[in-house]
């Protein structure tokens, strides 16, 4: 499966990044839908021995950090890294801006908002050609079929045959689906229809009216992209976020970790966590129900759809995936959702560098064991509906 697209690469509109990184961000943190505004940490202590004027300098020498905001993907970037002496703020911000384009020119090969994409092609010729794609869009076509074969089907980027019969996006209605309209859609999800010719580069969908989607997993490939970018251009220490997907490279300039905050699904807003973390060269990519949702007769439903049953899925509240690339935790994080703690957590541990903090539909918080020690629960989240 995947979330319902709600702009140009989407799928979610924003994501809700449920992390945020409190040690370089003042407490708005890198909520979901609005970017937030870094704040100057203060500089480090003057000792015993230095004078007010040695103090000022040292505060002056504080490295000036950069931050970068735009949106691509139908989601807020935010980039941002430190200044030094070997690279001043305007070509930080050069080489951030350079990480921004690459993500742009990755949203055109695989949106399915302009007809004339990679994946626009793949779809309008289903059940009748082959058509070319990039690289990276077969890359991630890949990653996804990896990550369906490791989770039984419940990631599917063939979701797409969904779209349009719930409305999750600007234009959000809470009008149910009928069963046997859901039914119908659901009978043309098969990512075993997915035919790829590497030799050939090609992408097929064996039948007519297959659509398929990237938005559950093309954003953390474009974060994976923008770093490669940073890394290319010198930068050591920075971290790149997309919705709800995010890199971080480093520690800070005084040698530190970042700590990133795990959002409270049932809190008071994007900036309300129950859990830090401390994170170094590391992604992070977040599945939460609270975001796109409304609640009806006592029911809330939301964008992460279950292919199994063409309904919300309805066994976590939010899921946050720690793993080495942002690509390997934008493939997981759908899929452990829909799957519930303990078979997500199964998963989670049968892959590589990777662990996750899992809110259940009861409220309960699992820590997998690659994460325990390394999360601080602050606090049980918040209950409610």
């Known amino acids: 499966?995947?979330?319902?697209?709600?702009?140009?690469?989407?799928?979610?509109?924003?994501?809700?990044?449920?992390?945020?990184?409190?040690?370089?961000?003042?407490?708005?943190?890198?909520?979901?839908?609005?970017?937030?505004?870094?704040?100057?940490?203060?500089?480090?202590?003057?000792s015993?021995?230095?004078?007010?004027?040695?103090?000022?300098?040292?505060?002056?020498?504080?490295?000036?950090?950069?931050?970068?905001?735009?949106?691509?993907?139908?989601?807020?970037?935010?980039?941002?890294?430190?200044?030094?002496?070997?690279?001043?703020?305007?070509?930080?911000?050069?080489?951030?801006?350079?990480?921004?384009a690459e993500i742009r020119r990755l949203e055109g090969l695989m949106t399915t908002w302009r007809p004339d994409s990679e994946l626009s092609r793949v779809n309008a010729a289903a059940g009748k050609s082959a058509a070319p794609v990039s690289p990276e869009s077969l890359d991630v076509i890949e990653k996804s079929l990896w990550i369906?074969?490791?989770?039984?089907?419940?990631?599917?980027?063939?979701f797409e045959a969904m779209h349009g019969l719930w409305k999750f996006d600007e234009d959000i209605d809470d009008n149910v689906p009928r069963r046997d309209d859901v039914e119908r859609a659901r009978a043309l999800i098969d990512y075993k229809q997915i035919r790829i010719d590497r030799a050939q580069r090609t992408v097929m969908l064996a039948r007519p009216g297959m659509r398929m989607s990237l938005g559950?997993?093309?954003?953390?490939?474009?974060?994976?992209?923008?770093?490669?970018?940073?890394?290319?251009?010198?930068?050591?220490?920075?971290?790149?976020?997309?919705?709800?997907?995010?890199?971080?490279?480093?520690?800070?300039?005084?040698?530190?970790?970042?700590?990133?905050?795990?959002?409270?699904?049932?809190?008071?807003g994007p900036n309300d966590y129950f859990a830090m973390i401390e994170v170094e060269d590391r992604a992070f990519s977040t599945a939460g129900d609270y975001e796109r949702s409304f609640i009806k007769e006592g029911r809330r439903y939301h964008h992460i759809i279950d292919p199994r049953t063409g309904f919300p899925a309805t066994e976590s509240r939010s899921v946050t995936i720690w793993a080495r690339d942002a690509l390997t935790a934008d493939a997981v994080d759908d899929a452990v959702f829909i799957l519930g703690a303990e078979k997500g957590l199964a998963l989670v541990e049968a892959i590589e560098d990777c662990g996750a903090v899992i809110v259940d539909r009861n409220n309960k918080v699992w820590v997998s064991k690659r994460l325990e020690g390394k999360v601080e629960v602050l606090r049980p989240p918040t209950d409610g509906l």
């Open 1 to 46: 499966m995947q979330r319902l697209r709600c702009s140009s690469l989407l799928l979610v509109r924003c994501s809700s990044l449920l992390l945020g990184l409190a040690a370089l961000l003042a407490p708005p943190a890198l909520a979901g839908c609005d970017a937030p505004r870094a704040r100057k940490e203060a500089p480090p202590a003057a």
């Open 48 to 100: 015993s021995a230095a004078s007010a004027p040695d103090a000022r300098a040292a505060a002056r020498a504080e490295p000036a950090r950069v931050a970068v905001e735009a949106r691509a993907m139908g989601t807020n970037l935010l980039l941002a890294a430190y200044a030094s002496a070997a690279m001043d703020e305007a070509a930080i911000r050069a080489r951030l801006e350079k990480a921004i």
């Open 148 to 158: 369906s074969e490791r989770s039984g089907g419940v990631f599917d980027v063939t």
């Open 216 to 268: 559950g997993i093309a954003k953390g490939y474009a974060v994976d992209a923008a770093a490669r970018v940073l890394r290319g251009e010198g930068l050591t220490s920075f971290f790149v976020q997309a919705g709800g997907d995010l890199y971080i490279a480093g520690k800070k300039p005084d040698g530190s970790r970042w700590r990133a905050g795990v959002r409270d699904p049932r809190g008071k």
